[in-house]
């Protein structure tokens, strides 16, 4: 198996980041995709239970060569070993690092796509991490495009019949309001229309926008964010050619007839998307 590698953020030490990625190995070391894990050799040999099937390599290229036999790791070791379910500030630097080193090799074109295991945010925090999340730290380290509209970092869910984006990520529920914008609604309808074409071969993307309120503020009464806010928005991205409906009650926007009507739907904040 010599393909082009994904790159792998080992993500917490002491969570559940290392088991899943020792299953995952197993369950694909055979067919691939193969990957590439940036973190600690000792970690994820103690969650495989045996040492062998680890094995330190120093470029991804190698990585990948390797795969089938085993679990390639680029170490970039703790300072001391973590028991489980223990995240601390004191290993948050080597967390942040090992997201920097396999977004590095993305960035660099050396793997085909980043894996991004789960971070414990609290210990991250607590050591000084500017960042809300995965989403907006990536989107730092990334390189601004040139070539697209819109800007990123914007989150994107996706499954086999579902996608949806966010305009707000890790915002408390009661700043949503203030934060949301026709222009933060703008950028995240051209940023998704732009990844639908790009990374999903869909020629002409449909979105839908969610509303805010219940029932979209029912004509104003439950709520005018829809009025001032979300319906501006909605059409200053049709004038800009993109194929987008809203705002719409999100009660309704999810069942099978109406999934069958978008490609995406925007969402305007965390828990309505997920």
């Keep these: 198996m010599t393909s082009q590698a994904l790159a792998v953020s080992l993500g917490e030490p002491s969570g559940i980041g290392p088991e899943i990625v020792v299953k995952a190995w197993r369950a694909l070391r055979a067919t691939g995709p193969a990957f590439v894990v940036v973190g600690d050799l000792a970690a994820l040999a103690n969650a495989a239970g045996d040492a062998s099937l680890v094995c330190a390599v120093k470029d991804i290229a190698r990585g990948a060569a390797i795969f089938n036999d085993a679990l390639p790791v680029i170490d970039i070791p703790l300072l001391h070993p973590v028991a489980p379910g223990a995240a601390a500030a ?61 800007k990123g970092p914007v989150m994107m869910l996706a499954t086999a019949d579902l996608r949806v984006s966010l305009v707000t990520i890790h915002e408390p529920l009661a700043r949503v309001p203030q934060l949301l914008s026709q222009e933060t609604i703008i950028n995240a309808g051209l940023v998704t229309a732009t990844a639908l074409r790009r990374d999903f071969g869909i020629t002409h993307p449909r979105l839908a926008v969610a509303g805010l309120n219940p029932h979209a503020g029912e004509g104003g009464t439950i709520g005018r964010e829809e009025i001032s806010i979300v319906g501006p928005a909605v059409r200053a991205l049709a004038e800009q050619g993109i194929d987008v409906t809203g705002p719409h009650p999100s009660d309704t926007l999810f069942h099978p007839e109406a999934r069958a009507r978008y490609d995406a739907v925007l969402c305007l904040y965390h828990d309505q998307a997920l």
């Design 90 to 150: 004191d290993t948050a630097g080597l967390v942040v690092r090992w997201i920097e080193v396999a977004a590095g090799l993305v960035i660099s074109a050396k793997a085909s796509a980043l894996v991004t295991a789960p971070i414990a945010k609290a210990p991250l925090y607590a050591a000084g991490f500017r960042f809300p999340g995965h989403t907006e730290f990536l989107g730092e380290l990334a390189p601004p495009p040139n070539d697209a509209p819109g």
